[in-house]
């Protein structure tokens, strides 16, 4: 506990000078927020009420910094945040450094002086501005909270020691942040190739078999994130292609939100997007519907990945990220305990079903299944993960997160899979093509398929310096003619999806296959179109009311 200065003896005796440390400073913004009295405080630290504003102005720079520290020993004694003198040399050396840890390889002393020289030259330092000395150094790895078992050479693997030497660290950021489950989330991006088939399905007779046709390799990047009471599931974050694929056309609403990079990778740029223009509304959402207070806190925990900006750039008032240690995704992260996973398999049980019910080939059907037929089966299948599995998922990181659940000896990731793969192949043996004929072991590589698509760009040393000197926001690319996309549809008429609707209640009045309750759902639906459809006519009718004669 860090000492606190004492107030003066009387009224009449002036103030003295208190320069604050960092950590006294977060701890009166702490106690700010829960409502203390300002006077407490100023009396307490001994300090004027500029001080306080001065402090509550500084407040977000502040949380910033704290995040993005590596230990907390810097915040006790550092007064200031003055920035370094050669700030672009400071920020490219330290991402470098966080990119290199993050693969979990050793990072010596000389290794970091040499790197420093060698981005020094490539930004246009001159040799008077910095000499790259010892004390250089400890100012670098002091401003960034660089300990000296950071910089050994210690070779970080992935193993359970380190994976539970975190769960207590973890514990620790809960108890002392006062957190529910409500209020911690976590993300995690996959890659998709979201036209692929089983190989087996494309060799041999059938109608909707084709000969000598090659494994199709599109790819998209899909980012999932929920919070550990699994009563909230962010809207799925897909990175595709193009920026303006023609098959969304005539959508107004998409049900994911939908961004575009050249190589359909997720960027820094891109999850720094999606954190403060839809994680952060989202979850102050939530947050409202629970009735919980807007600056409510929640912390994102992420895996240590080159696209995820430092944590210092993702903070929003009280809700901020948090990392986990390099080389224990695998381990402990709650994304990768079966959620993404399960997603997949019940993405492709929808895609399977969406070929089984095609009357065309399988070479047709994929040339047909477009960006906007992805999207919604992506929103569907996130749906369809059930609320026990994405509490279940943190049993290995935060027992207590969810202590009711039913939770067995069988591990998660093995109940996830192999449900789901139960469910794929029902509907795989109801095929009457090839399909029919796949084995169990061919459906199941067929789910694991693209389990370690990449979903980042490997940065070299010029991206690096690209990104802190010339930031750019992510490109409008446009769709390019190779883009295998269907062609344009007319936009349907008001008559043409009345006609179809009614064609769809009447059969399901006929058919034994929906009940009765169902076919009441599908009538309230049928009104709900019909007074949308009187509304529509009615603002046409006022246009044409104005029109010049």
């Given amino acids: ?32 927020e829960k409502g203390e009295n300002r006077n407490i405080l100023m009396n307490e630290f001994n300090i004027g009420s500029s001080t306080i504003y001065d402090i509550k102005k ?42 290199v840890r993050s693969e979990g390889k050793p990072v010596t002393v000389p290794m970091i002086v040499e790197k420093a020289k060698k981005f020094g030259q490539d930004l246009g330092v001159a040799e008077s501005e910095c000499n790259y000395s010892d004390g250089w150094l400890r100012n670098f790895k002091f401003r960034h909270g660089i300990r000296r078992l950071d ?28 957190l529910t489950p409500e209020q911690i989330c976590n993300a995690d991006e996959t890659g998709l190739l979201w036209r692929c088939l089983p190989t087996s399905t494309l060799a041999g007779g059938g109608e909707k078999a084709a000969k000598c046709f090659k494994k199709n390799k599109d790819r998209l990047t899909v980012l999932l994130c929920a919070n550990a ?33 050249s190589n359909a990778w997720m960027t820094a740029a891109l999850f720094k997007d999606w954190f403060f223009h839809h994680f952060v509304p989202e979850v102050k959402e939530s947050f409202k519907s629970l009735g919980l207070p807007e600056d409510t806190k929640a912390i994102l925990l992420l895996d240590n990945c080159k696209a995820h900006p430092p944590v210092d750039e993702l ?67 996130w749906n369809q993960v059930k609320n026990t599995t994405l509490q279940k998922c943190w049993r290995k990181l935060w027992p207590a997160a969810n202590p009711a659940s039913d939770l067995t000896l069988q591990t998660d990731e093995e109940e996830n899979h192999q449900d789901a793969l139960t469910k794929v192949l029902d509907v ?32 070299t040393d010029e991206d690096i310096i690209n990104i802190v000197v010339n930031p750019q926001p992510t490109q409008n690319l446009e769709e390019s003619d190779s883009d295998a996309e269907t062609e344009e549809k007319e936009k349907i008429s008001w008559a043409e999806a009345a006609e179809s609707l009614n064609k769809f209640i009447s059969f399901a009045e006929a058919s034994t296959s929906y009940s009765a309750s169902e076919i009441i759902d599908f009538h309230i639906i049928r009104n709900k179109f019909y007074t949308k459809r009187q509304k529509s006519r009615k603002q046409k009718d006022i246009r044409d009311f104005f029109k010049s004669k």
């Avoid at 506990?1 to 701890?27: D, I, Y």
């Avoid at 970080?156 to 514990?171: H, I, M, P, T, V």
């Fill in 1 to 32: 506990m860090f000492s606190k200065p004492k107030p003066s003896s009387s009224k009449g005796e002036k103030r003295k000078h208190v320069t604050l440390t960092l950590n006294q400073k977060l701890e009166i913004i702490k106690r700010l």
């Fill in 58 to 99: 500084q407040k977000d720079e502040l949380m910033k910094f704290a995040s993005q520290s590596v230990t907390t020993e810097k915040l006790a004694s550092r007064q200031t945040l003055n920035k370094p003198k050669l700030e672009q040399l400071d920020s490219v050396l330290f991402k470098w450094f966080s990119a």
């Fill in 229 to 261: 009471s699994g009563n909230h599931r962010v809207t799925p974050f897909v990175i595709g292609k193009s920026a303006k694929p023609r098959a969304f056309k005539n959508v107004t609403h998409l049900p994911v939100q939908y961004k575009a990079q």
């Fill in 428 to 459: 795989v043996r109801s095929a009457d093509n090839p399909l029919k004929t796949l084995s169990e072991d061919e459906v199941e590589e067929w789910l694991l398929i693209d389990e370690n698509e990449p979903v980042e760009q490997e940065l």
């Fill in 315 to 381: 903070v929003s008032g009280n809700i901020v990220a948090t990392l986990l240690p390099p080389n224990v995704t695998s381990l402990i992260q709650p994304m990768d305990q079966g959620v993404i996973q399960n997603f997949k398999c019940f993405y492709r049980r929808s895609f399977i079903q969406g070929l089984l019910n095609a009357d065309c080939d399988v070479t047709d059907f994929q040339k047909k299944f477009t960006v906007k037929d992805v999207v919604y089966a992506i929103a569907l299948s």
């Fill in 151 to 178: 910089v050994t050479g210690e070779t970080l693997s992935a193993n359970q020691n380190s994976a539970e030497k975190y769960k207590d660290e973890f514990e620790k950021i809960v108890a002392d942040n006062d």
